[in-house]
């Protein structure tokens, strides 16, 4: 008799244990579904911030290839217009006066910073010799920096657009 006490009481002491075990595992099945549950919503809110810059990268390659087209129909009018303008100087006496030593240098300091700003990005002068005493630039001469000035101004004008399409119509610049 004692012997099926004995045996009662471990069967209900290993019913408890096991009961006791199954609820610790059930605990940590459902901790585990948690931190599923959260990791699956973080990969999901991953991608979507990954879907969302790739529509970034595909609008801003296409706003690029936009403006690169403006920009090569822009110079090539630009070409068109230079060239009616120097075959008219070449016939103007006037066209072969030199300009004033003074706007010669003036054009030739901004020519150079707008073009080193506009292949290096910084706005430093290269160093380029600015001084024309010694040369004189007639004002056909001068047509000659109208291109390297509008390109500048261009790739000013297109590089604002790309980061306005970029921060897009919800927000400031």
Request: proline share 2%.
């Amino acid at each position: 008799m004692r012997a099926q006490a004995f045996a009662g009481v471990f069967m209900l002491m290993a019913v408890a244990v096991l009961s006791w075990l199954l609820w610790q595992q059930i605990k940590t099945n459902g901790a585990l579904q948690q931190e599923l549950t959260f990791t699956e919503a973080a990969l999901e809110q991953t991608a979507e911030s990954m879907r969302q810059l790739d529509q970034l990268y595909r609008d801003a390659d296409r706003q690029l290839v936009t403006n690169r087209r403006h920009h090569q129909q822009i110079n090539m009018q630009l070409r068109g217009e230079i060239d009616a303008l120097r075959s008219e100087l070449a016939t103007d006496l006037r066209a072969a006066a030199c300009v004033p030593d003074s706007v010669a240098n003036r054009l030739l300091i901004i020519t150079d910073t707008a073009t080193s700003r506009l292949h290096s990005g910084t706005g430093q002068s290269d160093g380029a010799n600015t001084d024309t005493a010694a040369a004189c630039y007639s004002y056909s001469d001068v047509v000659s920096y109208v291109p390297e000035l509008v390109a500048a101004i261009q790739q000013c004008n297109a590089d604002k657009s790309t980061i306005r399409s970029i921060n897009g119509p919800d927000r400031t610049e």
